[in-house]
């Protein structure tokens, strides 16, 4: 019986030494490069052509994703004329760029009055974590990333409502739209009775409740996640859109950026991230929407967000400060042999004549990776083999 134990305990030792020394980690399988390369055109494009006033608060958050500093680099002065305090997205937007901008979102002077924006956005959120009865989820979320940068007190309460708010299909929402005069064709308004799942909305779901509480929030945002493969065909979405695609992987990448490099979200033999990469204009460095070479502002922002995202980890922990994740993806170097070789070293050694075998067996003794684990690993095996017959047969002798 002792013998026994031993022989266990020796067979167990090896066989977890074996697993060990033959691990080999995973690399990313997706082509970072290009990824830097795109990202890299679309903030020159931005340096070039500046902000636009249609987007003015989401081309700065854009360029801020893609690891620039605006209030080095772009026109900044029109910053606080472009926040609405009677929009809770408008005072959102703003607190986020405040933080990113480096200025005090509690001071601003906004048409000429001096405004506490995170004063303004947290009395808004009522008892329940809602920003409104009808606000929406869309709304509902840019609010708690808001939250977020400035680590209010408010940010769980928002974040607990919007995890119980999302569709029976896994989707954050957005409301419809109704004609209420079917002879007017300016007659729409918002239809409070229809909850629109979209991928859009749901990427900024599983970005806020990632940042919020990966742990605490997982089974929620695991049917977002799931909601996102359900309704994926070329791209995320109806169709395949630059925006959508974008949202949509801004989340996944803030969820856990691996899966998404490494091809969990594959799909017709596609990445995500190159669905998103085959709407820029890579002589300009932009995104269009309908046709190529078109300039769209919001398909811009929205791509370019998410390269940031994916290359630097979620733009909102940039305006927190802290908390980042996610090490920013950068470009391997070429290595360079010196152009000076060191002297060589006087050898007193007998000359010895190295014969072809040994310089096989030389060059056999310096490959490294996988080929050397398997050698290893084979070895191993056969001395456990080995091993084995041999206390095998001091067992039978002591019986």
Request: hydrophobic share 35%.
């Amino acid at each position: 019986m002792k013998m026994k134990k031993i022989i266990c305990s020796l067979m167990i030792s090896v066989l977890c030494f074996m697993t060990a020394i033959s691990g080999v980690s995973a690399a990313n399988t997706y082509d970072t490069a290009k990824l830097l390369d795109a990202a890299e055109k679309v903030k020159a494009y931005y340096k070039e052509n500046g902000l636009s006033d249609t987007s003015y608060l989401d081309d700065i958050i854009a360029y801020e994703a893609l690891g620039g500093e605006a209030e080095d680099d772009l026109d900044i002065s029109k910053f606080e004329s472009q926040i609405y305090v009677t929009s809770v997205g408008s005072i959102s937007k703003g607190i986020i760029v405040a933080k990113l901008l480096k200025k005090d979102p509690t001071n601003l002077i906004i048409n000429g009055s001096q405004v506490n924006l995170v004063s303004e956005l947290e009395n808004k959120v009522d008892d329940n974590g809602c920003f409104g009865a009808y606000e929406g989820n869309n709304i509902d979320i840019w609010g708690l990333l808001a939250l977020e940068t400035v680590s209010s007190s408010k940010t769980e309460l928002v974040a607990n409502h919007i995890s119980n708010d999302i569709n029976p299909d896994g989707g954050f929402w957005n409301f419809g739209w109704k004609q209420e005069n079917p002879d007017d064709p300016y007659s729409w308004v918002i239809d409070t009775d229809s909850k629109l799942s979209t991928c859009d909305v749901t990427g900024w779901g599983i970005e806020a409740l990632s940042i919020a509480g990966k742990n605490k929030y997982s089974s929620t945002i695991q049917k977002a996640i799931q909601y996102l493969r359900d309704n994926q065909n070329d791209g995320f979405g109806y169709s395949a859109n630059p925006n959508t695609q974008a949202c949509a992987v801004e989340g996944l990448s803030v969820y856990n950026r691996e899966l998404l490099l490494n091809g969990d979200y594959d799909k017709n033999n596609k990445n995500p991230i190159d669905v998103l990469l085959s709407f820029q204009n890579t002589d300009k460095g932009n995104f269009w929407y309908y046709e190529l070479g078109e300039d769209n502002d919001y398909a811009t922002q929205d791509a370019a967000r998410a390269l940031g995202t994916i290359i630097n980890g979620s733009v909102i922990y940039k305006a927190k400060g802290s908390g980042n994740p996610d090490k920013p993806l950068v470009k391997e170097e070429p290595k360079t042999e010196p152009t000076t070789p060191a002297e060589p070293k006087k050898d007193t050694t007998p000359t010895q004549t190295t014969t072809s075998a040994q310089t096989d067996k030389k060059a056999t003794a310096v490959k490294t990776g996988d080929d050397t684990n398997v050698i290893i690993y084979v070895s191993l095996s056969m001395m456990s083999a080995g091993l084995f017959l041999v206390l095998k047969k001091e067992y039978e002798r002591a019986h």
